[in-house]
């Protein structure tokens, strides 16, 4: 399809770019993956004096393996919790900034907004699940972890982070305004 220079449309928009790079500048994406990798640290610690106790014949590997899955669990619960924090107020923000029918009126389509400003929430959120990635080769060191399991809850927690950002998208086009929208997604 061709846009109206001539040049191809993409299902994202430009309105991608701009979230993407506004997220990026604003400095919440450096005290995120601290404190994201401060309570990974915290379940290692956990995991270790919970493993290290007993008094079993492959001592390190078992840890290894309680460890992956307990660092898996909080890259899930992490996504439910930030998820609709970040989604939330995407559309709603522009509604209450006045901007929403601006972004009607350009020669962006209506999926091209809505697509840009999921997508571009998903790369910011998911860029803080990767900081989980050197952690999680700690326990290739411990006596590791079978790669397949890795690979199909990066795919889990990937489907699951798009999940919770088309409902939450979609609760903030709903909503008057971002508050509504967070208390809807926090309230149910």
Same mark, same amino acid.
């Given at each position: $399809?061709?846009?109206?220079?001539?040049?191809?449309?993409?299902?994202?928009?430009?309105?991608?770019?701009?979230?993407?790079?506004?997220?990026?500048?604003?400095?919440?994406?450096?005290?995120?993956?601290?404190?994201?990798?401060?309570?990974?640290?915290?379940?290692?610690?956990?995991?270790?004096?919970?493993?290290?106790?007993?008094?079993?014949?492959?001592?390190?590997?078992?840890?290894?393996?309680?460890?992956?899955?307990?660092?898996?669990?909080?890259?899930? *619960?992490?996504?439910?919790?930030? +998820?609709?924090?970040?989604?939330?107020?995407?559309?709603?923000?522009? !509604?209450?900034? !006045?901007?929403?029918?601006?972004?009607?009126?350009?020669?962006?389509?209506? +999926?091209?907004?809505?697509? +840009? !400003?999921?997508?571009?929430?998903?790369?910011?959120?998911?860029?803080?699940?990767?900081?989980? *990635?050197? &952690?999680?080769?700690?326990?290739? &060191?411990?006596? +590791?972890?079978?790669?397949?399991?890795?690979?199909?809850?990066? *795919?889990?927690?990937?489907?699951?982070?798009?999940?919770?950002?088309?409902?939450?998208?979609?609760?903030?086009?709903?909503?008057?305004?971002?508050?509504?929208? $967070?208390? &809807?997604?926090?309230?149910?």
């Amino acid at each position: $399809m061709a846009g109206s220079c001539g040049g191809e449309r993409s299902i994202l928009g430009p309105h991608f770019y701009y979230d993407a790079v506004r997220f990026a500048g604003q400095g919440r994406t450096t005290i995120l993956r601290v404190a994201y990798l401060l309570a990974l640290l915290a379940v290692i610690w956990s995991v270790y004096q919970g493993t290290m106790g007993g008094r079993r014949i492959n001592v390190q590997a078992v840890a290894a393996e309680r460890f992956v899955f307990m660092i898996l669990a909080v890259q899930n *619960l992490a996504i439910l919790g930030l +998820g609709p924090l970040y989604f939330a107020g995407a559309i709603a923000e522009e !509604k209450e900034r !006045k901007t929403l029918e601006l972004l009607f009126v350009s020669q962006m389509r209506d +999926g091209e907004i809505f697509f +840009g !400003k999921l997508w571009a929430r998903v790369l910011h959120l998911g860029g803080i699940m990767l900081a989980s *990635l050197p &952690v999680l080769s700690i326990a290739q &060191v411990l006596g +590791g972890v079978d790669m397949s399991v890795l690979v199909a809850n990066y *795919l889990n927690s990937f489907l699951l982070l798009v999940t919770v950002g088309s409902v939450s998208l979609l609760v903030s086009v709903l909503s008057r305004s971002v508050t509504v929208a $967070m208390l &809807v997604l926090r309230h149910g």
